[in-house]
Structures are given as C-alpha cells and as structure tokens.
C-alpha cells in the first residue's frame, strides 16, 4: 500500500492517481489537444536546460521566499486554476485551498471549479485568486466579478485562450461529464476506485457550483451542458478586458499570452501581471511550449509588467529554471491535480514540499543563495530559446 512518506517526486503521485481517480477524470487533468505534442513539450523543453554547478560558495543561509503580484509567496509557486478539481477528490478545490494557505502560497480557483467561491472563502482565512472565463452573458460575468469581490479574492485571473474549445480526444472519448454518466463502462471503472466514491458520498459538491443557481436557466446538470456549450464567447476582444478591469477594481493578470505581440498589449491595458501559458497544451496543439516562449515575452516587457507562467512545473528544479528566463512565479496545475487524486490535501502539502525542497537544494548548488538572485548565469545554454535575432 503506498504512503504518503513514500512519495518523493511528481511521478510518484500521477502514477497513484491513475489507479485511484475515475479515468474519465485522470484522463481530463492528464491530456492535451488533438496530437498532445504542446502537451509533451512543456514538460519535456524543461529537461533542454542544463544548469551551471558551482562550488566552493557560502551557502549556508538560503531563502526561496518571494512576492507575486504584491502577496507574499513561501516560493515563486502559486496553485493554478484548474477546472473539475472537485472531480479529482472530494471537495478538491477546498482541500487545495487550505493546503496553500497554510503553506504560503496563492491559490486560484477556475471558474469552472465544482466547489463554489462561497465555499472556499467559507473554509480559508487568507485572500485567494479567482480566475474568469469570458461568457456571452455579461450580467453572469459581472455577478461572478462581484462574488469574487464579497469572497475576499485579492487577484482575478482573466483566461483569454479560450474563446474556443480545442478537441480534446480523451474527453471526447470518455464521454466526460460531472458527475459520471452511469454507463456500463463508467460503471465498471468507478467499482475500480472505492476510495473516490467513498469520498465523493460524503459530499453534495458534485457538480459546477460557480454556475448552477447563478446563471439563467441553469438549475441542473442538464440545463448546464447545453449553456455551457453555448457561453464562451469568440468575440472576446481587449474591450472586455477594459471593461472586466473596471469591474474587478483589484490586481489584474491575463492569462494565456504566447506572443510578444500580445504581451505589449497586455501591458497596454493596465494588467498587474500576465502568465504566458498554453492552457497546458489543451488549446492550440502545435504552439511552442511556455518554457520556450517565456524569455522572448520577458525580455519584450519583463521591465513593465510582472511576468508569470505555467505548463510543464513538475517540480522544484523547473521553477527554478522559470525564474531564470524572467518569471517572477510560476503556477502548479498537474503536479497539483496528481498529488490531490493521490492523497488529498496532506497529499498536496508533500508536494509542496517535495518542490520547496528541490527548487532550495538545486539553487544552492547552483551558488545562489536567495530566488530574488536568480537569473540566466546560472543556466549553460541559457540562449537556447531565444528568439531569432537577440
């Protein structure tokens, strides 16, 4: 029987919670579009960097604190929005939430999330993060703004990548749905996971609690489906963003800029913060990895705005390697979804500190003593992903 002690890398948790969540919802978190090439990149463009060992350094006395976007963080890691997390454990979100708090770092919650806002400020002291979805109904966004706002969120993450939806063969094979559809096949695998269905009987949270009861027309799952289907909104054009900042008021970050291009406007629209991303490989399939996009956007407007990014952070060493190239912080969504299927909140804790702990050791062999020293001098090939012509 595994434990919780046993487990000493990333890998350890994504392989528990193959076996212990339903495959229709690991199969969800462990996937990206069409050829899952974006997918695999952004882990693998990680591996491509190769640190510079120093020795013979004072490092007796180190700090990976920081700050991203004006919070305090114990690390430059924040949890990620990631939709259905309730789906990998039982009150998933709420569980995630409380295991940032109390390890000092933010925590965003999708708007997609199965446990609602209320439920998170109701469980958490300290501020989180909200990330929202452009829908066509304008009166919905403007409540979610104005829920946020009573929940005490200190940021709001605007996702702009996905006015859209890229096909995600998985998801479409499985049939994905909250919750389950009891099809013989879903049947079957649920009687596989008694330890997720035991959990999930212990809870109402079953379904998307940011929208049923507060979106029109949407009082049930079948309702929600065809709405779904039908709200995100392809018009979405900077004017929302200007209108979403008015509304919001407070620390503002877009997320999902891969293009220079981009993050100048980014930066032109009065944003706090922008997170270069790729939706974790599950939008455009083909795009380069965010670790490969990330110095050209940071050069661009790294002076102007504070510079973030997710896909591929599988652990310490890699957001090390993120900092290095220009991101203030980094944010978690797989490694964060592993260690939750695996373990539930004590398993998001250990993951937290299986990543402090290598991103601390792999820095001081790199002859730093602080993440606030951290740059491109402690990479050998820190040009490798550098834009034609810099």
Request: aromatic share 6%; hydrophobic share 40%; with cysteine.
């Amino acid at each position: 029987m595994p434990t919780l002690s046993k487990m000493t890398c990333v890998e350890d948790f994504r392989v528990l919670a193959q076996r212990r969540v339903p495959r229709m919802f690991y199969d969800y978190a462990d996937s990206g579009s069409w050829t899952q090439g974006t997918y695999l990149s952004n882990e693998r463009d990680f591996q491509k960097l190769k640190l510079r060992q120093r020795v013979a350094v004072n490092i007796e006395k180190r700090s990976i604190r920081s700050t991203m976007v004006g919070t305090d963080v114990a690390m430059p890691v924040a949890i990620a929005p990631t939709g259905l997390t309730g789906m990998q454990h039982a009150d998933g979100e709420i569980l995630g939430a409380k295991a940032a708090e109390r390890f000092g770092i933010p925590f965003t919650l999708s708007t997609m999330s199965i446990c609602s806002l209320e439920d998170i400020a109701a469980h958490t002291h300290a501020p989180f993060w909200f990330q929202l979805y452009v829908m066509r109904d304008k009166d919905f966004i403007a409540g979610l703004i104005d829920r946020a706002k009573a929940a005490n969120c200190s940021a709001l993450v605007l996702t702009l990548d996905l006015q859209v939806l890229g096909q995600r063969h998985k998801d479409i094979k499985n049939g994905l749905s909250t919750p389950p559809k009891p099809t013989l096949a879903n049947l079957v695998n649920l009687a596989t996971k008694p330890r997720w269905c035991l959990n999930m009987l212990g809870t109402k949270r079953r379904t998307f609690g940011n929208i049923v009861g507060h979106a029109k027309g949407v009082s049930d799952l079948s309702s929600l489906s065809s709405w779904t289907a039908e709200q995100f909104d392809p018009s979405l054009s900077w004017k929302d963003v200007e209108w979403i900042k008015q509304r919001w008021g407070r620390k503002l970050i877009l997320k999902g800029i891969m293009d220079a291009q981009d993050a100048r406007l980014a930066v032109d629209s009065g944003a706090d913060a922008l997170i270069v991303s790729n939706h974790g490989g599950r939008q455009l399939d083909g795009a380069p990895s965010s670790i490969s996009a990330l110095p050209h956007i940071a050069q661009e407007v790294g002076k102007d705005i504070e510079v973030l990014m997710d896909g591929g952070i599988r652990g310490g060493q890699d957001v090390l390697k993120a900092v290095a190239l220009g991101a203030k912080g980094t944010f978690i969504g797989r490694s964060f979804l592993y260690s939750l299927g695996a373990f539930g909140q004590a398993g998001v804790t250990r993951c937290l500190e299986l990543m402090a702990n290598e991103l601390d050791v792999t820095m001081a062999f790199c002859g730093k003593t602080d993440i606030g020293q951290v740059d491109r001098s402690i990479l050998l090939n820190p040009g490798i992903f550098d834009a034609p012509g810099n």
